[in-house]
């Protein structure tokens, strides 16, 4: 167990429609992190938040958004879904200071079935 | 952040030692060296990671050579539980301009066989 909890652990969905994903990040974690898994494209990063700020945005679509809230978990907002959303989406969180290790730790994931 | 080249696939019998090998020529000298796994559509696995030294915890051992351009993951007894996609990555720390974001290759599929 990393730590890190992610909900919901399924989801099906049409297309069009308007899902959130949420993640908590472990304890005394600032920074969080999204990424896309499909079956063509792999693990990839989509955006990065630190202590409720933006930080690094990767391969994200502009129907996506994300917020990192004051008690830092995150939400991953998926807009006018499309077939090609189905995926399997995970958060990962780290410390991400001076003073501690930078390492990721990620959560179990949410699956996202777009129909 | 630098590219990482891992074979695509490899086996290991249970209970021997199974070697991954990672090249990343084109290394920093600030890029650290980091393994992660994943086992079936699982969340992926801090394993552990180095700079320079040799390290070592309690799931595997890392061995980074002199000239830092590659490295060996070594899971001293294999076990069917460690079955999984190994990715070798290679990423500078927050700091001076870097996210801190894994950039995730295709990786080594490691089967574990009895």
């Known amino acids: 167990d990393s730590g890190v909890t992610q909900t919901p652990k399924h989801l099906i969905t049409a297309t069009g429609q308007r899902v959130t994903l949420r993640c908590s990040p472990r304890s005394g974690d600032l920074s969080v992190y999204w990424y896309q898994q499909s079956l063509d494209q792999g693990l990839q990063f989509l955006i990065q938040y630190y202590n409720g700020e933006e930080r690094a945005k990767g391969n994200i679509l502009e129907r996506f958004s994300a917020q990192q809230f004051p008690d830092l978990h995150s939400e991953l907002n998926l807009s006018s879904l499309e077939l090609g959303d189905s995926a399997l989406y995970f958060c990962?969180?780290?410390?991400?200071?001076?003073?501690?290790?930078?390492?990721?730790?990620f959560g179990p994931g949410t699956r996202l079935t777009v129909l | 952040d630098a590219k990482t080249t891992q074979p695509p696939s490899m086996d290991c019998a249970e209970g021997r030692a199974a070697n991954l090998p990672c090249n990343h020529s084109?290394?920093?000298?600030?890029?650290?060296v980091y393994w992660y796994r994943q086992i079936h559509s699982q969340g992926p696995q801090y394993i552990i990671h180095g700079l320079k030294n040799n390290e070592t915890n309690e799931m595997a051992s890392l061995i980074i050579t002199e000239d830092r351009k590659s490295s060996t993951l070594i899971l001293p007894h294999a076990t069917l539980r460690d079955t999984a996609v190994y990715y070798c990555i290679v990423r500078a720390h927050h700091g001076s301009g870097n996210t801190g974001k894994l950039i995730f290759g295709q990786g080594t599929t490691l089967q574990v066989k009895p």
């Open positions: 084109t290394i920093s000298g600030n890029e650290y």
């Open positions: 990962a969180s780290s410390a991400q200071s001076i003073q501690s290790t930078d390492t990721q730790y």
